[in-house]
Antibody
Framework: EVQLVESGGGLVQPGGSLRLSCAAS????????MSWVRQAPGKGLEWVSSIKQDGNEQFYVDSVKGRFTISRDNARNSLCLQMNSLRAEDTAVYYC??????????????WGRGTLVTVSS | DIVVTQSPDSLAVSLGERATINCKSSQSVLYSSNNKNYLAWYQQKPGQPPTLLFYWASTRESGVPDRFSGSGSGTDFTLTISSLQAEDVAVYYC?????????FGQGTKVEIK
């Protein structure tokens, strides 16, 4: 059974940093693109970033480019999102997602339960 | 960026009745080389993460009840619940994965009338 467990969320001041992690199990982590999707309180879903199996290719939504960095450790079956220069509009639940098959251009077939990031002074 | 727009934003349907949700993309998500529509549907129940319902616009994910169906091609897609059950109360999202950023519709909230 696929399991994705996010951690690292919390309260941070504007301009601060936070590092999210996602522990993956139940599938061959190194064979899949992985993604982060966020959901602001009471709002819809927003794709944030995706990373290739070997970590050598990443995509980001424009609003986080230059501030967020996605990375992975295939030896530890772990996905990370380093978030710097955080803004109030980054407040959201952040979900880790497993991309179906071995290309970026597929749906997310498994989701974690999410971790809440709150950016506020 | 491909803009994905759902309609309506919300709908209330009686138990056992049909619910229909529309999803329109600002450009075609049909990839000509494999004739597949790069569109998925997700269900999100209150307090829970999303779960996958359909991919390739109409391929039902394992375990999804057959009262749910997905249809459409190109830029226009539909999610239909043929006979609404109480457990179907949720927000439904479509998502295009044809290109990055992989955009979602704004969501459609389905309630019981």
């Amino acid at each position: 059974e696929v399991q994705l467990v996010e951690s690292g969320g919390g309260l941070v001041q504007p301009g601060g940093s936070l590092r999210l992690s996602c522990a993956a199990s139940g599938f061959t982590f190194s064979s899949h693109w992985m993604s982060w999707v966020r959901q602001a309180p009471g709002k819809g879903l927003e794709w944030v970033s995706s990373i290739k199996q070997d970590g050598n290719e990443q995509f980001y939504v424009d609003s986080v480019k230059g501030r967020f960095t996605i990375s992975r450790d295939n030896a530890r079956n772990s996905l990370c999102l380093q978030m710097n220069s955080l803004r109030a509009e980054d407040t959201a639940v952040y979900y880790c997602g497993k991309v179906n098959e071995n290309t970026a251009y597929r749906h997310i077939d498994s989701w974690g339960r999410g971790t809440l990031v709150t950016v506020s002074s | 960026d491909i803009v994905v727009t759902q309609s309506p934003d919300s709908l209330a349907v009686s138990l056992g009745e049909r619910a229909t949700i529309n999803c329109k993309s600002s450009q075609s998500v049909l990839y000509s080389s494999n004739n597949k529509n790069y569109l998925a549907w997700y269900q999100q129940k209150p307090g829970q993460p999303p779960t996958l319902l359909f991919y390739w616009a109409s391929t039902r994910e394992s375990g999804v009840p057959d009262r749910f169906s997905g249809s459409g091609s190109g830029t226009d897609f539909t999610l239909t619940i043929s006979s609404l059950q109480a457990e179907d109360v949720a927000v439904y999202y479509c998502q295009q994965y044809y290109s990055t950023p992989q955009t979602f519709g704004q969501g459609t909230k389905v309630e019981i009338k």
